[in-house]
């Protein structure tokens, strides 16, 4: 994904700013300030609410299963 538009991307809900999470093959745009991972999929940003998953710290450890 590129780096540029991370920088002009926010996360859908609080319009905060995002930070790239990479965990492997898997790479989701965290949202320090709602816990959530949004999916990037293809390398196309997923930022839909019921897509992202609810972590439970700022870096994404100890995630959970996606928000409904």
């Known amino acids: 994904m ?6 002009m ?3 859908p ?5 995002l930070t ?3 965990e492997g ?5 965290l ?8 999916p990037v999929r293809d390398g196309i940003p997923v930022m839909l609410e019921n ?4 972590v439970d710290s700022a ?3 100890d995630s959970t299963t996606p928000q409904a």
Do not use: Q, T
């Open 2 to 7: 590129d780096h540029r538009l991370l920088h």
């Open 9 to 11: 991307l926010v996360c």
């Open 13 to 17: 809900i609080c319009k905060g700013p």
């Open 20 to 22: 790239a999470l990479r």
């Open 25 to 29: 093959a898997r790479m989701e745009l």
């Open 31 to 38: 949202c320090p300030a709602d816990r959530l991972a949004f």
């Open 51 to 54: 897509e992202a998953r609810v």
């Open 59 to 61: 870096h994404g450890e």
